[in-house]
């Protein structure tokens, strides 16, 4: 069965030091989605990618975060440097393009990110 | 905006007896989409169901049912005869028809025990 592939599962980094996520969508998934899950909360986007371009990252702190789907295919979300409050679990998700948004997205298992 | 509530935070309940989780939205779209998604301890959110807002009939799978009322904005999900596996955390989501990202709930956390 096909699946949305994270790596890492888990991370542990020091504050102020750079760390990044790699997501693999399910084939053919033209969108591609970044979400955040702070303990006890819904996930919530960061980004949102149609093929490689960017269709949404307004709640993407720029200043510290940034994704790229060079080929439109997988992705890698950057955080540098790290703070505190990015302890969080990072899910990617992906769905097919079409049927103006009414697929459901597809959510791989997360990296959970703890920075100390 | 969009916005969705579940209410309940946690529910514990004993394993065969049947549980509703609720769920209310709000939006401006007149085409939206609803789902429910089940997240267990491993972390992945699993997808359950997808409705689109012009579609109010109830739909049953398995021990799973949802009771979707345009009238009260409400999308609940019920659970017959839960059992342990069901222990997880649900979310309800909001996708409007213009918007292509999902809103999310806080979440209902389902403890079932024997």
């Known amino acids: 069965e096909a699946e949305v592939a994270q790596s890492p599962r888990y991370k542990i980094t020091e504050k102020s030091q750079a760390v990044a996520f790699w997501c693999d969508p399910i084939?053919?998934?033209?969108?591609l989605y970044w979400y955040r899950q702070i303990l006890g909360q819904g996930p919530e986007l960061l980004v949102q990618?149609?093929?490689?371009?960017?269709?949404?990252d307004s709640q993407l702190p720029k200043d510290r975060f940034s994704a790229e789907r060079l080929k439109g295919v997988d992705s890698t979300l950057k955080i540098q440097p790290a703070e505190l409050g990015d302890s969080a679990m990072y899910l990617c998700?992906?769905?097919?393009?079409?049927?103006?948004?009414?697929?459901?997205?597809?959510f791989g298992q997360g990296t959970r990110l703890t920075v100390v | 905006a969009q916005k969705v509530t579940q209410a309940q935070t946690e529910i514990s309940v004993v394993e065969k007896e049947d549980v509703t989780l609720d769920c209310v939205y709000e939006t401006r779209d007149t085409t939206y989409y609803l789902f429910w998604y089940k997240q267990p301890p491993s972390g992945e959110l699993v997808f359950l169901i997808r409705?689109?807002?012009?579609?109010?009939q109830n739909e049953i799978s398995g021990r799973y049912s949802w009771n979707f009322q345009k009238s009260t904005s409400s999308f609940n999900f019920t659970i017959t005869a839960s059992q342990v596996v069901d222990s997880a955390v649900y979310f309800c989501a909001l996708k409007g028809g213009t918007a292509s990202k999902l809103t999310f709930g806080t979440g209902t956390r389902l403890q079932v025990t024997l």
């Open positions: 998700a992906s769905s097919p393009k079409g049927q103006g948004g009414a697929l459901e997205a597809f």
């Open positions: 990618f149609q093929d490689e371009s960017v269709v949404d």
């Open positions: 409705r689109n807002s012009f579609d109010e």
């Open positions: 084939s053919g998934h033209a969108t």
